[in-house]
């Protein structure tokens, strides 16, 4: 809106778009990619720890958050309360001097019942926690 470039992105998709630059078609060569992600003003990363950890996964999210880190630009990131993180990138996600960690305490839509409730012919419950209402993933 003011004219300041951000990039919202999941992070496995991430990881896909940049090895996508791999492809021997591809119209964009890695090291352009890459840089314009570690580069952009305004970073958000959603779903942090849901990627496949593989070691070129790893070593790329490191290189990102290492110098976004270093350049103090802005990095928004979602994760779960029980991502397992490579503790290289969790020294970066959690260094008070650097960081501002807020918890979300509200329940996950992704956990809340959503399809109608199944009917059968033996019990019909009534009871809130029976249905699956209301719960959370942490």
Known sequence: QNGH????VVVPDLLDFLRAAFAPHSP??????FD???RVPLLILDDLGTHSATPWADEKLFQIFDYRYNARLPTVVTMSKDANLDPRLATRLFDISHSQVYEITAPSYRFESRAPEKRTTRRKSTRRSERGLGVSGQ
């Open 5 to 8: 470039t951000a990039i919202f």
């Open 28 to 33: 964009v060569a890695f090291d352009r990619r």
């Open 36 to 38: 314009d992600i570690r």
